[in-house]
């Protein structure tokens, strides 16, 4: 729900309509996000699973203090003991904040960089959450962009992140989600985002012409993810974000690219679905506006 949460907020943002939401409203939301937030265990003492869930689907019942009952106890505890954040959640529980106004002053960013170290993996990837088994791109620029947000650092080991990110510019010149797999639209934004926020995309690229090259082949009419596979609305952030971080989104041809998300876009129910004709959902929703925002 968290992300879900994300993509409707700054959907509405870049359609101006943010200042239109009550302050009730705005404040209810903001209680809720803080809700989400894992906090340290309850001897004071960090955790690694400290930051932000998706939703309070499982695990324990919070309140915005952080001190939650659960069946397990009749104790009043912190949930970090059975419960744990998830990096994408943390990233856009974050923005969402950040949306609404809120200054921040009740994220625990002691606890959430210090989670991020511990969600480093030793090729310089980070988890999806403490010991789950799963890393890749998408959380290098999810650990990337929270401590951007919190301008702290130190969670992060910058040239072991470089380093990883490196090993997955392909042949093609895109990047893959891990060392020596295919290229990908989405991989390559977290690439090159990631190294915009750390302030390395010229010399983090090893070859910028061959990446160039690549993101602009993947234009149809509407973009490709890959080589061979049907234009989709949200490449139009994926590859047209990417193309615009590195300074040379005038190459793209917007006329057609406008079409193609025209054909995209549904008057019936006021959103984007991923191919002409389809259903709109969230996601590509809100990654159509931002293709259009570019
Ligand atoms: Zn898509």
Same mark, same amino acid.
């Given at each position: 729900r968290m992300t879900f949460g994300y993509f409707c907020l700054s959907g509405l943002d870049l359609l101006g309509s943010?200042?239109?939401?009550t302050q009730e409203k705005r404040a209810g939301w903001v209680e809720w996000i803080y809700a989400q937030q894992i906090h340290p265990n309850a001897d004071g003492s960090l955790s690694p699973r400290c930051g932000f869930r998706?939703?309070?689907?499982?695990g324990t019942k919070h309140c915005s203090s952080g001190v939650s009952r659960n069946s397990f106890s009749r104790s009043a505890h912190p949930p970090a003991e059975i419960d744990t954040s998830h990096i994408t959640m943390t990233h856009t529980a974050l923005l969402c904040l950040v949306l609404l106004g809120?200054?921040?002053?009740?994220?625990?960013a002691k606890a959430i960089v210090a989670a991020l170290r511990a969600m480093q993996?030793?090729? *310089?990837s980070f988890e999806?959450?403490?010991?789950?088994g799963e890393s890749d791109m998408r959380f290098v620029f999810c650990a990337c962009a929270i401590s951007y947000v919190l301008n702290d650092?130190?969670?992060?080991?910058v040239e072991k992140c470089i380093e990883f990110i490196r090993k997955c510019q392909t042949y093609e010149g895109g990047f893959s989600q891990k060392p020596n797999q295919e290229s990908h639209g989405g991989s390559t934004y977290c690439a090159i985002a990631s190294l915009a926020l750390m302030g390395r995309i010229d010399d983090g690229i090893a070859d910028k012409d061959r990446t160039l090259r690549w993101l602009l082949f993947r234009q149809e009419d509407g973009f490709q993810g890959r080589p061979n596979k049907p234009h989709d609305t949200c490449y139009a952030f994926w590859i047209g974000g990417a193309i615009d971080m590195l300074g040379m989104?005038?190459?793209?041809?917007?006329t057609v690219l406008k079409f193609f998300l025209s054909q995209t876009?549904?008057?019936?129910? *006021?959103g984007y679905g991923k191919l002409p004709g389809d259903y709109p959902d969230l996601m590509h929703t809100y990654l159509g506006l931002s293709g259009l925002a570019i």
């Open positions: 943010l200042p239109q939401l998706g939703s309070p689907f499982a809120d200054d921040l002053s009740r994220v625990n993996q030793p090729d *310089g999806c959450y403490w010991k789950a650092w130190s969670g992060i080991d989104y005038h190459l793209v041809d917007t876009y549904s008057p019936k129910f *006021g």
